[in-house]
């Protein structure tokens, strides 16, 4: 089956780092992409991953290791707006997006 | 601009009567879908479509039909809507490396 793990919430303070992890299991691998989404927003893109390594992006980094079926998004500097929902979306051998349920961030002062 | 707009983005309608939520893009893209999302259950696709005229079922596509006569056009049609629609859905397209997804559509079945 496919499947795409991700913790389901965390807390963070303002200015600290912090790394949501996903793992997967696909049947076939076309890239992996982050979304950011505010509740009852639409999901926005952040990253994407298609070769191993880590891709940086201002505050935000997102790393991949096929291998493994593992990424991690690593957002540093973290500010009140970065409280959100991050989803974690795999693109299998049919070009379709399998999502994960999603990690809610909660940043405190 | 790049964009994905769908309409309406907010609907409440009694059990039976169909609807349909419009969706349209601006980027040229072949690949289109529809999602659910509910608490607890993340975005689940219900069709998709890799070009005109072609359409397949996601994960979730009892009780839901959509058609691509257009490239830019892929709208989400409920013919029987029921309760358990009750939901916010997202249009999305994509390129090779990314996706943009619509403003989304709160639908309320009562």
């Known amino acids: 089956g496919q499947n795409i793990d991700q913790p389901t919430e965390m807390t963070a303070t303002e200015g600290a780092i912090v790394q949501i992890n996903c793992t997967y299991q696909t049947s076939g691998f076309n890239g992996l992409f982050w979304y950011q989404q505010h509740a009852g927003e639409a999901p926005t893109f952040l990253s994407y991953n298609v070769l191993d390594g880590l891709e940086e992006k201002g505050r935000f980094s997102s790393f991949l290791s096929r291998s493994k079926g593992y990424s991690y998004l690593l957002l540093k500097e973290l500010q009140m707006k970065d409280s959100a929902s991050y989803l974690c979306a795999v693109r299998g051998s049919t070009d379709k997006l399998i999502f994960g349920t999603g990690t809610r961030l909660q940043v405190f002062p | ?110």
């Open chain 2, 1 to 110: 601009e790049a964009q994905v707009t769908q309409n309406p983005r907010y609907l409440i309608t009694v059990t039976g009567k169909k609807l349909t939520v419009t969706c349209s893009q601006n980027m040229n893209h072949e690949y289109m879908s529809w999602y659910r999302q509910d608490p607890g259950l993340g975005l689940r696709q219900i069709y998709y479509s890799m070009n005109v005229e072609v359409t397949d079922k996601g994960d979730v596509p009892e009780g839901y039909k959509v058609s691509r006569k257009e490239k830019r056009n892929f709208p989400l049609i409920l013919e029987s809507p029921s309760p358990n629609q009750t939901s916010l859905y997202f249009c999305a397209t994509g390129g090779n490396t990314e996706a943009f997804f619509g403003q989304g559509t709160r639908l309320t079945v009562v």
